[in-house]
């Protein structure tokens, strides 16, 4: 394949080798060859018709869903123009037009963090893309096509091809100019610290950078960084100099937390706190994750960001002086989650299937109301909430409410178990099982309108991400 730079940084077109003969011929393009230009992965392979004139972008996708894209036109023609919208880029605010056709064979490699649109040249015209991310319509935005800054010469254009005028969507036509557009790429990436690395949350995070094509991550357990050590926390945090931190590290066994309160104190407000200092200190952003605890489980209704916490355990306490921490940079996230369940390490759903193999029969508290939360779903809303300035608390979890003692009989079913669930009472199942416990809130519903209002998407239901965790665990076979 032959790569020939373009004007503008990263942007380049694509010649693939033809083999032909009398029949015709045939090229191809690597994966590889893809992956060499910075393409992450084919995600989506889309098609458009266009009659001559019509003028489609110019467009883009917001991070943590931008795309990077492999243009061609297989029939028809069309002059295709990308701009350079990355604020580090030395060709930021630039453009360059190439004409794609089946007779010159070429591509156009569109890195992220670029705006794409052409024009068709002829009344019917047959363009493809090959995308690298999936397309969210939440996150799709634009700019002007004729954005005077720009100086894209579509007068001489349309009179060189002979194209009367230019047709355009509405919302094309609505669009602001670059300048008006509150949008921020950077060619430099995006580095990303993520302690508790080793827990679900923390593992499902960064699988979702991964994912999302982002390569400057450090992810870290206790054992590469003791977030209690505040030296420790300076040094690795200040060399690193992240932009975002995902602070998931946390004590989170809730009973040993009522006869160990100083180590639990450690983790969850020191610890916290030298991490707020160190995210200060480099000018990070902080995701931090609370908990439904922070709350005494009393109140009628479902609970809002705003309500007065009031934490009845050793657990609840530390969490919510770890929020108050957390307070102290502007530019925080604080969510709070609850039933957590992800495929690396232990939760609820993993227990049931394992008492399913040797018990007929199982107590399960009913009086406990709340929502299993997927770390896969919450994953991929915490990432998308990094690229925002949308900062503050938030409740995050899967839609839909339930007992425990539902969710047990719902992971029962839908595993094809025969296990029965005994609905009993906080205090029965205390008194049948000779237990102690830290306690419970027995309503931990979370009202999430804040979420959607600052126009983050709602998670699944809890039983959609129960079905489609389960089905990660037969694939991994870990319960």
């Known amino acids: 394949m032959n790569k020939i730079e373009t004007e503008l940084k990263d942007c380049y077109i694509l010649e ?49 869903y931008c795309q990077a894209k492999v243009v061609r036109c297989h029939r028809g023609g069309v002059l295709d123009v990308v701009v350079d919208i990355r604020k580090d880029s030395e060709t930021y ?50 700019i002007l096509w004729n954005d005077p800054a720009l100086q894209i010469p579509w007068d001489s254009i349309f009179k060189e091809y002979k194209i009367r005028e230019a047709v355009l969507s509405l919302k094309d036509k609505e669009r602001k ?26 593992y499902d995070i960064a699988r979702e950078l991964e994912n999302r094509g982002e390569v400057e991550v450090l992810a870290l357990g206790r054992d590469e960084m003791d977030i209690t050590d505040r030296d420790q926390v300076m040094r690795i945090v200040k060399g690193y100099h992240p932009d975002v931190i995902f602070h ?29 200092d160190a995210s200060i200190e480099v000018g990070a952003k902080i995701l931090y994750m609370s908990t439904d605890y ?9 609970y809002v960001e705003d309500d ?23 530019k925080h996230f604080i969510t709070r989650i609850s039933w957590v369940f992800g495929v690396h390490g232990n939760n609820f759903i993993k227990t049931m299937l394992k008492l399913s193999e040797t018990k007929e029969e199982l107590n399960v508290v009913n009086d406990q109301i709340g929502s299993p939360t997927y770390t896969v779903d919450l994953a991929k809303l915490l990432v998308e909430m990094a690229q925002t300035d949308k900062y503050g608390t ?77 089905q990660e665990l037969l694939k991994v076979k870990k319960y």
């Open 16 to 64: 693939p080798q033809r083999f032909g003969d009398e029949r015709g011929y045939f090229e191809s393009i690597t994966r590889e060859q893809l992956q060499e230009l910075g393409f992450h992965e084919i995600h989506q392979v889309s098609d458009s018709k266009s009659a001559k004139g019509i003028v489609r972008g110019l467009h883009f996708q917001r991070d943590p």
């Open 93 to 142: 605010g630039r453009y360059t037009m190439v004409e794609l056709t089946p007779e010159n064979g070429r591509m156009l490699f569109v890195p992220r963090g670029f705006a794409h649109g052409f024009v068709s040249l002829t009344d019917d015209t047959l363009f493809e893309y090959y995308v690298d991310n999936q397309y969210m319509p939440r996150l799709e935005g634009g």
């Open 177 to 202: 100019p670059l300048s008006e557009t509150d949008v921020e790429f950077f060619r430099r990436p995006k580095k990303y610290l993520i302690t508790g690395v080793n827990g679900q949350l923390g």
């Open 248 to 276: 998931c590290a946390a004590w989170t066994a809730v009973d040993k937390a009522e006869d160990m309160q100083e180590e639990c104190y450690n983790v969850n407000v020191v610890g916290t706190k030298n991490m707020v």
């Open 294 to 302: 922070v709350f005494d489980g009393e109140k009628d209704g479902l």
């Open 308 to 330: 007065l916490p009031k934490p009845k355990s050793v657990y609840g306490e530390t969490k919510y002086e770890g929020e108050e921490e957390v307070r102290r940079n502007p």
């Open 394 to 470: 938030y409740h995050v979890n899967n839609e839909g409410y339930c007992s425990w003692a539902e969710f047990a009989e719902y992971i029962m079913k839908s595993n094809g178990k025969n296990t029965k669930i005994h609905p009993v009472t906080t205090e029965e199942y205390l008194q049948l099982t000779g237990t102690k416990q830290a306690y419970r809130p027995r309503n931990s519903k979370l009202d999430k309108t804040k979420l959607v209002e600052s126009g983050f998407a709602m998670l699944p239901s809890w039983q959609d991400a129960t079905d489609r965790y389960c």
